[in-house]
């Protein structure tokens, strides 16, 4: 099994494109082995504290995440998420933003405090294995909610992934720049 992709891996910055319906009927919904998603979801749960994993960092470029629905524990948005989210897209977000502490498995050990929307509507395809047509083909579900608070945040953050940045792209010029000589220290010292 591959290892998290770690900051400052090149691959945390490339823009994932939107996937085609092939695209996405190869991805599946992280449950079959073969399925590219299958490995994102599985790598995913060996992070314990991991929620959501993008799918830059477990070294695919295809434009989707996933989720770990155990996590949802009863949060009804949660639970209305699929496992993997295919071509996520934040269409209208509040003005109202919410600063809390956030964390990456690209970043790991590493907490920031981060401002997020407080809801944001969003589109995004999924293959479900719900819905099957008649030649035994998983069908492309598409949704539109509105996420609010946890969920929103972990959207907002996941869907950055596919488009190239990481949390730490939200703080100040100066933080970042602490987290930049943070990180060249580590690397020395782990060799990480």
């Not at 085609?20 to 079959?32: C, N």
């Amino acid at each position: 099994m591959k290892n998290v992709v770690r900051y400052p891996d090149l691959r945390l910055r490339k823009v994932s494109p939107p996937l085609t319906i092939e695209e996405i009927h190869a991805v599946g919904d992280g449950r079959v082995p073969g399925d590219i998603a299958y490995e994102a979801v599985q790598l995913l749960a060996t992070k314990g504290d991991g929620v959501a994993i993008a799918a830059n960092q477990a070294g695919s470029e295809l434009r989707f995440f996933a989720i770990d629905r155990q996590k949802a524990d009863g949060d009804v948005e949660g639970s209305q998420l699929p496992t993997v989210v295919c071509n996520p897209t934040i269409v209208n977000a509040s003005t109202e933003m919410i600063e809390e502490l956030e964390g990456c498995l690209s970043f790991p050990g590493m907490f920031f405090k981060v401002k997020r929307h407080t809801w944001v509507d969003v589109q995004f395809s999924y293959s479900s294995d719900v819905y099957v047509n008649t030649i035994g083909r998983q069908v492309i579900k598409a949704n539109d909610m509105r996420l609010t608070g946890f969920w929103a945040r972990v959207f907002q953050h996941e869907t950055e992934h596919l488009d190239g940045k990481t949390f730490v792209d939200n703080l100040p010029h100066k933080k970042r720049m602490q987290i930049a000589n943070e990180l060249r220290i580590r690397l020395q010292k782990m060799g990480w």
